[in-house]
């Protein structure tokens, strides 16, 4: 799908990050916006931004893990555009740098709760809301799903199988979509370290599951991994790094969009050879 301009895109997570380096990007391709975000503020200053650039832009505050939102957001943007040729599925949370280390049978079941809720189910609710009628539609289109090198790499806690989720679910999808001979097709990018405040999303967790321990709390070696990590988040890409790797991607259909360290890449290598020489995986 090589033709934005005055073509329609979908962003959830529109506000921050990914999703609004993304919203610039598009825009300055000449593509109409509808921007989507559960922080308000923050989404009306993208809406403002993104509007100068001469587009069209509706902005929905919306709350992935909900399906009715989702669906609420596809039946605004219908209704106001007619269609629509690119849905970003981007919105996404990690409890705390902790979480990331985590162990299977430790912490709370509520970060697996609002992680999965978002991550995968918010995925899913995008894919389910918009896919149906773009294949009514007819017209050529591309579903671009946030995933993340998480995915794609071990990890036993919330964030990493959430996005491996996430990596299964739009495998499966652009399949299907081949198999179909739709106009539509799929890509998932899996970011490396990228420098956005996703570390910072428990600014956005429902109040009614809890809120995640305190640092203080945790065990030594997490702590000194989520310090470690936290600074190594702040090193890395900035999201327009990201945001023209998406671009390119829907162009090319490129299925694995991957804006990633080399050091990192290599850690998915490693994984896969692995799984080629029907290697136990290794500690990292």
């Given amino acids: 799908m090589r033709e934005l301009k005055d ?17 610039h990007r598009l825009a300055d391709e000449g593509m109409h916006l509808v921007l989507a ?6 989404l009306a200053a993208a809406e403002k931004a993104i509007r100068a650039k001469g587009v069209d832009v509706l902005a929905r505050h919306t709350d992935v893990m909900s399906e009715d939102a989702v669906n609420e957001l596809a039946d605004a943007t219908f209704d106001r555009f007619g269609t629509v040729h690119v849905v ?10 902790a979480t990331l ?8 079941l509520a970060d697996w709760d609002w992680t999965v809720g978002v991550n995968l189910m918010g995925v899913l609710h995008g894919v389910r809301a918009f896919v149906p009628r773009m294949l009514e539609n007819g017209d050529e289109g591309h579903i671009v799903n946030t995933a993340s090198i998480a995915g794609l790499v071990s990890g036993a806690n919330p964030y990493n199988v959430s996005k491996h989720g996430v990596v299964c679910l739009t495998e499966g999808m652009y399949v299907d979509l081949k198999e179909m001979g ?11 370290l990228i420098n956005t405040r996703i570390l910072e999303a428990e600014r956005n967790r429902p109040s ?3 809120r995640a321990p305190d640092f203080a709390d945790l065990r030594p070696d997490v702590q000194q991994f989520a310090s470690g990590f936290e600074a190594a988040l702040k090193a890395g890409y900035g999201p327009e790094v990201v945001a023209d790797h998406v671009v390119d991607g829907i162009a090319e259909d490129r299925f694995y969009i991957l ?3 080399p050091e990192i890449l290599a850690r998915v290598d490693d994984r896969f050879l692995g799984l080629l020489e029907r290697r136990n995986p290794t500690p990292h």
């Fill in 182 to 192: 739709a106009s539509l097709s799929a890509s998932v990018v899996c970011p490396g």
């Fill in 7 to 23: 073509r329609v895109a979908v962003i959830t997570g529109a506000a921050s990050g990914i999703g609004l380096a993304t919203a």
């Fill in 88 to 97: 970003f599925n981007n919105a996404g949370v990690a409890a705390t740098a």
């Fill in 37 to 42: 975000d559960i922080e308000t503020d923050a």
């Fill in 208 to 210: 009614d599951l809890g």
């Fill in 259 to 261: 804006p990633a360290q």
């Fill in 101 to 108: 280390r985590a162990r299977a049978w430790e912490g709370s």
